[in-house]
């Protein structure tokens, strides 16, 4: 274990248990989700280039500026190695950027993985709510609400066939949906604290490792 993570004392995982996240550090909202994963006793590797993504049981793709971070997929050459991931079975979350990246059409010109088959709307705020935070009621996640912060965040227009929605906003925008491996928000549960999100994550990833326990609300993860 890197000297970088610690045991939380509500972790998910079993003690056994030798789960390898990445998360993809090309530009963005990584160290949060990294410090997050810490938190719950999960190690956590950079994804930088395509050897990094070799041997992970899970990637995240974070927040930041798609456009940016799919150029750099692309340059880097990495973009058919975590399309092929993704289509074979890996585990993968994308939070704000990254859930555009994760969508199969966000009606202009950039590179997408189009993993998951979601019409993205970037930008979907107007200027005066161009970040803001709220609480949300998420099923999956128990009964306490889920505060979101959304920057500059996409909303989701359209869920394709199987394509679940696990959040939406007052009005009904979706902003969170998920299938099978993969699982798309529109907010930053990174930088709130409440760990639940990631764990709901972790539970995607099998192999008989995982204990299927959330952490009690309010149990000191801050
Ligand atoms: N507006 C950014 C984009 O379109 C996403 C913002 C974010 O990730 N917080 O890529």
Redesign the pocket.
Known sequence: MSVDVFPAPHSVLSPQSSVLIGVLALQ?AFIEHRQMLARLGVESREVRQRKHLDGIDGLIIP?????TIGKLLDTLEMTEAVRGLGRDGLPIWGT??GM?LLANDVGRPQTILGLLDIVVR??AFGSQLDSFETDLAIPALGDAPFRAVF????LIERLGPGVVQLATLEDGTIVAAERDNLLATSF?PELTGDPRFHEYFLRKIGGGTLVAVAAPSGSGVA
Do not use: M, V, Y
Not at 63 to 67: A, H, K, L, N
């Open positions: 963005g927040g930041g500026e798609s456009t704000c950027a555009i970037r930008n920057i500059r965040a996409p930053h």
